[in-house]
């Protein structure tokens, strides 16, 4: 199996930029297609964007898209998310996950999870 640990989160002014960044251990993440969530105090947590094994796939939340770009560096080991034009509502904390089947939206797609990196933005 797969262990993720995201780096990268921070304090941002609105309109700003940052890149998090998720890298594996253990078995590759070249192996899974692989997922970004975030969740905000009191919600749920919810798809930011995901990405296919080859990265020919993408899929990004109404919210983010033509803000965020998700990529992914297989020799590295590593899986990114390139946020500009931040907003307070992009505020949460951004977890990265891998999933054996798909590039799904949903948190059940996903079998391995990191423990999260804050985002903060101010306004």
């Known amino acids: 199996q797969v262990q993720l640990v995201e780096s990268g989160g921070g304090l941002v002014q609105a309109g700003g930029s940052l890149r998090v960044s998720c890298a594996g251990s253990g078995r590759t993440v070249s192996s899974y297609h692989m997922g970004w969530f975030r969740q905000a105090p009191g919600k749920e947590r919810d798809v930011v964007a995901a990405?296919?094994?080859?990265?020919?796939?993408?899929y990004y939340a109404d919210s983010v898209k033509g803000r965020f770009t998700i990529s992914r560096d297989n020799a590295k080991n590593t899986v990114y998310l390139q946020m500009n034009s931040l907003k307070s509502e992009d505020t949460a904390v951004y977890y990265c996950?891998?999933?054996?089947?798909?590039?799904?939206?949903?948190?059940?797609?996903?079998?391995?999870w990191g423990q999260g990196t804050q985002v903060t933005v101010s306004s």
């Open positions: 990405i296919s094994v080859s990265g020919a796939y993408t």
């Open positions: 996950a891998a999933s054996v089947t798909r590039p799904g939206a949903g948190t059940r797609d996903y079998e391995y």
